[in-house]
């Protein structure tokens, strides 16, 4: 049961450079997000999708980019990192049905 | 923006103590959840409350829904070593499609010394 997973889990890019953050799962869960966390801000959703070809923003959008051509791929691009992107990023997928929410394990990016 | 007030930030206790966590909202939630993050994890989640006034109970923690599905409570009995880590509440928003999208706490980092 391989789950959620992410890469790369540490990533450290300088300022003005494209990063991917890749996502994948192996559910064929109809729902996706993608979480920043920070202290003090608790995670705040950046992009989620409902389903393939299916996107929209969250609370903290700007700066990124998403695409969802598979269901099990939800890739997360920062299109020119800036240091105030440094920060954990989360995937997560749920059904539609049920309400339980399974997040990956996260990727530490940092940008000098 | 539906926002979660999450208290306290920081709870350092002794093994034995209790300790509750409260998330606070004006705003009402179809259901509330509870998480727990270890260091280098993701979140885990602990239980899902969708009913006003609900009480869950694991072994020694309490979770309490709100009567108004505005608040919620974390209680932990006997707190231990094992039980440190990251608390997060999360909300769903009520009404309307929210595609399982979740609004989060600042989170409460609980630390239990032996």
């Known amino acids: 049961d391989a789950g959620i997973t992410q890469s790369p889990r540490y990533k450290i890019t300088e300022t003005g450079r494209q990063v991917t953050l890749m996502c994948h799962q192996t559910w064929s869960h109809s729902y996706m997000f993608w979480y920043r966390q920070d202290l003090g801000h608790g995670l705040r959703l950046i992009y989620y999708?409902?389903?393939?070809?299916?996107?929209d923003k969250g609370e903290v959008p700007d700066g990124y980019v998403v695409s969802r051509s598979k269901t099990e791929n939800f890739p997360l691009t920062l299109e020119s990192a800036t240091r105030s992107q440094t920060s954990v990023y989360f995937c997560a997928s749920r059904t539609a049905s049920l309400n339980t929410i399974y997040f990956g394990e996260g990727s530490w990016l940092t940008v000098v | 923006t539906q926002l979660l007030e999450q208290s306290p930030q920081f709870l350092s206790i002794q093994e034995g103590e209790n300790l509750t966590v409260y998330c606070n909202s004006s705003?009402?939630?179809?259901?509330l959840q509870w998480y727990r993050q270890e260091p280098g994890e993701g979140p885990v989640l602990l239980v899902t409350?969708?009913?006003?006034?609900e009480v869950k109970k694991l072994k020694r923690l309490t979770f309490q829904f709100g009567d108004a599905r505005k608040d919620s409570s974390l209680h932990i009995t006997a707190a231990q070593p094992g039980d440190t880590g990251l608390y997060l509440c999360?909300?769903?928003?009520?009404?309307?499609?929210?595609?399982?999208?979740?609004?989060f706490g600042q989170g409460t980092i609980l630390t239990v010394h032996p």
């Open positions: 705003s009402v939630f179809s259901s």
């Open positions: 999708s409902a389903a393939a070809d299916i996107t």
């Open positions: 409350v969708v009913t006003g006034g």
């Open positions: 999360a909300g769903e928003p009520a009404g309307g499609t929210s595609y399982g999208k979740l609004t």
